[in-house]
């Protein structure tokens, strides 16, 4: 029988790697790697095309052979960074009276500045609703178009509640050969004038992506492969192509995005702190509760209404080259080895090291004259990294994939120890240093944020440059760190396995029954038409209790996902698991089980702490202050009214409780509400469709203040 193969492409600041997976085994059949074509007429698109035909070429995979190919991106990252977009124009419409001097208001948007000295210019026309007729239409964007504007931004006042406004006005503008997005696309949101930025955001990059996507789309199709071109969003799940023309703007922050999918599939924890390492930047975000945390993007301070993962992405990598001066390395980053066009000294042959001079220099026009090149005899220039400090100070081991020449970048690093007249391992500790100092702010802001409990606070680190930092760190801060097999690669594993994804966000005081379940519905049909199968769809609420806002999530497999292929573990495996996440040297207590979770549990000062396994040995829950009970379908509802008062946290103006957990089959929800009713409602729309003789795992645990 002919192998099922899947192809995950990542994009990185300095190389684009490809993956290829058995479909139905999940074993890595092949890797590929190139330079990311940052520098190419087609862009980093190129780079994309290159690594899926290298990685087939290389590990003999026929093109009928794979079932399935996505690929994160920067595209539309790079294209705002250096402003590579489009004069928008924006056509508002709206009722007359208040209401229309208010979306006139709303959708008359300045220039918006990109950060960069780039900014995307916006045009704007108001039609008042009662004249909006295609000949008015028409007339507007033929003035659009003679201020150069490229592409349309239909918004209209209450479009989320009535699409068809801003149908006819994309409409004309399709028969006149322009694009168009439609604000009530981005989002179902109120709020006219964050959602009609938002859309024009989308718009300025649509041409570039169009063209992008389809360049790539072209290319796979000629070497052979005719499945859908999947496209990883910033929020951690996938699209296909056609809904990427769409909305661009959901693919921005992919990479980091591939990376931490990558890291949920290969490490068995549902809590910590992702650590992603490349060549040019490191990304760092927040696992909690067996997702990565996310929140809407900010875009040079512009407040939009795409969400992607809360992830900082910081100037300082593997790569990173060093600023010193007479006092000692003064900075790491942001400028990084690949871009300065210069090789680490810890990858160069020692042969090649003769005579090694420094050189303080600027990279690129416009960079301080401070950074470190090493000049050698043959006139060839090399550069000193945190990789090569950390090759130097034996945090690279063989094994790692930032493994290098020790002795290589000992030399290379002398002449610079004896300019600040220390050693060449001072110089490396104080690399290090420096490089740690940029991090830990941004993870003790995060623990903050999300309240991260200290026994959550491991770093997951992923790829190709993370032994260079992560181990550095985390004996700076005092954490626990893991690194998965294949980190080199994790976002590209993370792309191959990752699911179809969308969501729904929406405003209803009050929800009922119906109307969570007309969300529900909406987000299901919005993942089948990016590509998922409709009988693997799953959705998931959550209420904020402030807001009334409802965020339905869906994500469902491709019609080639890969079964499951890790064997079950035993309970005693199950138990060493929760043992070393506990972190405890006695022996641990099982509090329950089900045909597919195991609970353990050990007392603390704060009180129970518990760890839920499920029958692969992935942690899913990973709470302290807890309370497990086993029950049926027939019986939860009691026993949840129980733990809702039992459990509640009296403070001195509010009262705060628990969020629950529940595990019916091999399905785990997880609920979290101030309002007892409301609560119930969630869990009877996800549970009645089950049988009633089903066992039910219930964990509360209560969120400190």
Known sequence: MQRKVRIGIDV?????????INNDTQEIIGKSSVKTTHDSQQGVAEGVVASFIKCLNENHIQPAEVVFVAHSTTQATNALLEGDVAKVGIISTAKNGVEGLLAKWQTSLKDIDLGTGRSIHVATRFIPLKQLTDQQIEQAIQELQQEQVEVIVASAAFGVDDL????????????QGVDVTLASEMTKLYGLSRRTRTATINASILPTMLETATSTERSVRQAGVDVPLMIMRGDGGLMDVVEMKKRPVLTMLSGPAASVMGSLMYLRTSNGIYFEVGGTSTNLGVIKNGRPVIDYSEISGHKTYVNSLDVRVLGVAGGSMIRVNKKGVSDVGPRSAHIAGLEYSVYTPEDEIVDPQLELYAPKEGDPADYVAIRLASGKRVTITNSCAANVLGYVTEEDFSYGNVSSARKAMQPLADYLQTTVEDVARQILDQAVQKIEPVIHSFARKYQLEPNQMTLVGVGGGVSSLIKHAAKKLSLNYKIPENAEVISSIGVALSVVQDVVERIVPNPTKADIAAIKQEAATLAIESGATADSIEVHIEIDPQTQKITARASGATAAQAVEHRNEITFEEAQEIA?????????IQPLAQSEHFYVFGAKSKAGDRVRLVDHRGFIRVQRDHAVVVKTTIQSYSEQISLLWESMANYQ???VIRPDFYLCVGPRLFDFASTDYAQLMMLIDIELSQLIGTEEVLIIAANRMS
């Open 12 to 20: 990185g600041g300095t190389h684009t790697k490809a993956v290829a």
């Open 164 to 175: 068809q406004t801003e149908e006819k006005i994309a409409e004309v503008a399709k028969r």
């Open 579 to 587: 043992k070393a996440d506990l972190q405890v040297s006695e022996e």
């Open 652 to 654: 001195s103006d509010l």
